[in-house]
Nanobody
Framework: VQAAASGGGLVQPEGSLRLSCALSGFTVDSYAIAWFRQAPGKEREGVSC????????WYVDSVKGRFTMSGDNAKNTVDLRMNSMRPEDTAVYFC??????????????????WGQGTQVTVSS
């Protein structure tokens, strides 16, 4: 089971970027999926989460209204569309799958499967 993030890069403030999480060994409908990010010197934090039951999404306050998470069953990917980006969005972004329960979705300890991250840098 793997969840590999891609699509990172350098973007200017107020710009947009789309990240993709390619799933292997399971499908979009198998598990809840989340996006996390980790900036240098900071702890990994939850960014968004999508239910595998009904597709409902949750977002951390700092990205609400700017980021959109969606699943593509045909491609078996989960994307994160990021708009109006800010320098504080700079981080390595990871996707995770299957909640282990007992913690808030924003807690990285509550997720089972992780893949390699992709670097996102917001700078002029």
């Amino acid at each position: 089971v793997q969840a590999a993030a891609s699509g990172g890069g350098l973007v200017q403030p107020e710009g947009s970027l789309r990240l993709s999480c390619a799933l292997s060994g399971f499908t979009v409908d198998s598990y809840a999926i989340a996006w996390f990010r980790q900036a240098p010197g900071k702890e990994r934090e939850g960014v968004s989460c999508m239910s595998n039951n009904d597709g409902h999404t949750w977002y951390v306050d700092s990205v609400k209204g700017r980021f959109t998470m969606s699943g593509d069953n045909a491609k078996n990917t989960v994307d994160l569309r990021m708009n109006s980006m800010r320098p504080e969005d700079t981080a390595v972004y990871f996707c995770a799958a299957e909640r282990l329960g007992g913690t808030k979705w924003t807690d990285p300890k509550g997720w089972h499967y992780w893949g390699q991250g992709t670097q996102v840098t917001v700078s002029s």
